[in-house]
């Protein structure tokens, strides 16, 4: 059964540092992984996502990695800005087309 | 990217009522949606996979007969619970993904509570 970690749990920092989020799964035999925001009492939106077969993937400030056989992945945000404040959730998907979650990071960036 | 629409995004109804939730694909078509539950700083939990034309698979401990879900059509999968319980308060949330397209897109979320 596949187990999806998220570390750390809550995250604060100030405005324009740079921060590392992490994703770790136990099972490697993954489809794709994804990475969403989920603002308070909201739905999830998707910000990036990495087959199986890439290595990273890029979207203006952020850059998700992928080390499948480790079962690692992690969420890089350059330059944070007080509007990346959030929930980031890692999720996982393996042969069907579930996906398997962490419990998130809670990210705050103070001004 | 895709747009999956979730209805309503609060409610608040009596112990032992019914409350549907939908969801549409508004810009695509999607034979598979999906239906999570989430509770207060915890992960989002799988409840059902809802097929179109056929039954859905529910996740193991998920009541079938309390969740009932209906995706009668390619855009629309509906989540009703039945006899809703305040233990049954939640944020429940849908995704689907675009045929032949890997990325699951989520609608907005539904609120859930039960007085």
């Known amino acids: 059964k596949q187990e999806v970690t998220q570390i750390p749990a809550a995250l604060s920092v100030p405005e324009g540092e740079n921060l590392v989020l992490n994703c770790s799964f136990t099972?490697?035999?993954?489809?794709?992984l994804q990475w969403f925001r989920q603002d308070p009492g909201k739905g999830l939106t998707s910000l990036l996502l990495?087959?199986?077969?890439?290595r990273e993937q890029t979207s203006g400030r952020l850059n998700a990695s992928l080390d499948k056989s480790s079962g690692r992945s992690t969420l890089y945000i350059a330059a944070s800005q007080p509007g990346d404040s959030a929930t980031y959730l890692c999720g996982v998907q393996g042969g069907s087309e579930k996906l398997v979650f962490g419990k998130g990071t809670k990210l705050t960036v103070n001004p | 990217g895709a747009v999956v629409s979730q209805h309503p995004s609060r409610v608040i109804c009596k112990s032992g009522t019914s409350v549907k939730i939908e969801c549409r694909s508004l810009d695509f078509q999607a034979t598979t949606m999906f239906w999570y539950r989430q509770f207060p700083k915890q992960s989002l939990m799988l409840m059902a996979t809802?097929?179109?034309?056929?039954?859905?698979?529910?996740e193991q401990g998920v009541e079938k007969d309390k969740f009932l879900i209906n995706h009668a059509s390619l855009t629309l999968s509906t989540l009703t619970v039945t006899s809703a319980h305040p233990e049954d308060s939640s944020f429940y949330i849908c995704s689907a993904n675009n045929a032949g397209d890997t990325e699951a897109f989520f609608g907005q979320g539904t609120r859930l509570t039960v007085v």
């Open positions: 809802s097929n179109e034309g056929s039954k859905a698979t529910y």
């Open positions: 099972d490697s035999a993954i489809y794709n």
């Open positions: 990495i087959q199986s077969s890439q």
